[in-house]
């Protein structure tokens, strides 16, 4: 149980264009996502933390309007980059969960921005 | 389908003992294992292993990949109050198109004083 699904696994996009990541709870409902981003030496950043319905909470220095977060659903938050440029090239990793079953990881997604 | 297993789920000990985490995988073009101590926001990264038998050592810290037996395990030793977490294992995984990281589910350890 409690599988996380994240697509697409790599998306190679042109600079300027948007990508929308997908992280699905395929066997649970999750109240809460939260999405990371990985940077070299493998360290994870959060980005963000979405709950259903409402609007995501974003750390301190991610630009809310150029990572749009939206948590429709129980099993579904997406994560769109808009106008993507090439420093947007990273390993995004969504986790998704309840405080109480505790939180599982997707398999990431390998954007890179040419 | 990728699979990684971590033993224990959870572990209660006292301050000073020594702990041994397991984690073992299943995944397809291996790379390399990271290993993250969770304890708020983000994971901390603690290792990343490549190579078998080679053991990387931060501190009280020390893990170990075996790579025949598709597992690593993570020590601590003289273990504090401040190691209580999750301790995440993921392989990663590359190979053509793909790149993946597949988390386990964690151990959770607790240490009392």
């Known amino acids: 149980g409690a599988v996380v699904s994240q697509h697409p696994s790599r998306v190679i996009c042109k600079s300027g264009t948007s990508v929308k990541i997908e992280c699905r709870s395929l066997?649970?409902?999750?109240?809460?996502m939260f999405w990371y981003r990985q940077f070299p030496k493998k360290s994870l950043m959060l980005m963000a933390t979405s709950n259903e319905g409402s609007k995501a909470t974003y750390e301190q220095g991610v630009e809310k309007d150029k990572f749009l977060i939206n948590h429709a659903s129980l099993t579904l938050s997406t994560l769109t980059v808009t106008s993507a440029h090439p420093e947007d090239s990273s390993f995004y990793i969504c986790?998704?969960?309840?405080?109480?079953?505790?939180?599982?990881f997707g398999s990431g997604t390998r954007l890179t921005v040419v | 389908e990728d699979k990684v297993v971590q033993s224990p789920l959870s572990l209660v000990v006292h301050e000073g003992d020594t702990v041994t985490l397991n984690c073992s995988y299943e995944v397809t073009n291996f790379r390399s294992l990271l290993w993250y101590k969770q304890e708020k926001k983000a994971p901390t990264f603690l290792f990343m292993l490549?190579?078998?038998?080679i053991e990387k050592k931060s501190g009280r810290l020390s893990s170990i990949l075996d790579k025949k037996e598709l597992s690593s395990i993570l020590n601590i030793t003289a273990t504090q109050t401040g190691d209580s977490a999750i301790y995440l294992c993921?392989?990663?995984?590359?190979?053509?198109?793909?790149?993946?990281?597949?988390f386990g589910k964690g151990t959770l350890l607790t240490v009392n004083p």
């Open positions: 490549t190579s078998s038998g």
């Open positions: 986790s998704a969960g309840t405080a109480i079953g505790g939180y599982t």
């Open positions: 993921a392989p990663w995984s590359s190979g053509g198109s793909n790149y993946k990281l597949t």
């Open positions: 066997d649970f409902q999750a109240t809460t």
